[in-house]
T-cell receptor, first 116, second 110 residues
Framework: GAVVSQHPSWVICKSGTSVKIECRSLDFQATTMFWYRQFPKQSLMLMATSNEGSKATYEQGVEKDKFLINHASLTLSTLTVTSAHPEDSSFYIC????????????FGPGTRLTVL | LAKTTQPISMDSYEGQEVNITCSHNNIATNDYITWYQQFPSQGPRFIIQGYKTKVTNEVASLFIPADRKSSTLSLPRVSLSDTAVYYCLPEGTGRRALTFGSGTRLQVQP
């Protein structure tokens, strides 16, 4: 099956620093990738839709200047949390739709971000 | 977007069959119904997908009545490793993201 990877799997940073999370589709091309955030004991919440070669679409309440998304190729999307604060500590998950199998979505393993 | 309703939690014992029902009254005609499993600190994992009637794979069965307003995930003979959160989602084609509901937290006891 299609595989989506994320890097790093976990990161700890100081308040005020920026953190970049990578999401890669390893064996397929993905024109669209999605970024979700999940707080403890809660469900996944969609943050933004990342489209290759164009600007990301952010959900209501998600600051686009704080969560920078770049989807420069058909296999890579990055999420940069700028000037991170403790309230940004969460589990960030990406997913990707395979170009050829449009009704299937594949999830990455997630990245645990802890901001001190 | 179709909203889903599932039980918040369920408890079972090893070896039992577990059925989790999800209601999705407003599911779109073109949407499939997909079930995902999520373990703590991991991304969701695809379990099964169907459009109507019954679908079975090596992991589970999915029952969808003719009106498609609900679906039931059936896990035969659960084990401790099936303890997880299970989400049902309508999933269509195109570039739409998935809207996750609260999911069902299944706890399997020895």
């Amino acid at each position: 099956g299609a595989v989506v990877s994320q890097h790093p799997s976990w990161v700890i940073c100081k308040s005020g620093t920026s953190v970049k999370i990578e999401c890669r589709s390893l064996d397929f091309q993905a024109t669209t990738m999605f970024w979700y955030r999940q707080f403890p004991k809660q469900s996944l919440m969609l943050m933004a839709t990342s489209n290759e070669g164009s600007k990301a679409t952010y959900e209501q309440g998600v600051e686009k200047d704080k969560f920078l998304i770049n989807h420069a190729s058909l296999t890579l999307s990055t999420l940069t949390v700028t000037s991170a604060h403790p309230e940004d500590s969460s589990f960030y998950i990406c997913s990707a739709r395979e170009l050829a199998r449009d009704n299937e979505q594949f999830f990455g393993p997630g990245t645990r971000l802890t901001v001190l | 977007l179709a909203k889903t309703t599932q039980p918040i939690s369920m408890d079972s014992y090893e070896g039992q069959e577990v059925n989790i029902t999800c209601s999705h009254n407003n599911i779109a005609t073109n949407d499939y119904i997909t079930w995902y499993q999520q373990f703590p600190s991991q991304g969701p994992r695809f379990i099964i997908q169907g459009y109507k009637t019954k679908v079975t794979n090596e992991v589970a069965s999915l029952f969808i009545p003719a009106d498609r307003k609900s679906s039931t995930l059936s896990l035969p003979r659960v084990s401790l490793s099936d303890t997880a959160v299970y989400y049902c989602l309508p999933e269509g084609t195109g570039r739409r993201a998935l809207t996750f509901g609260s999911g069902t937290r299944l706890q399997v006891q020895p």
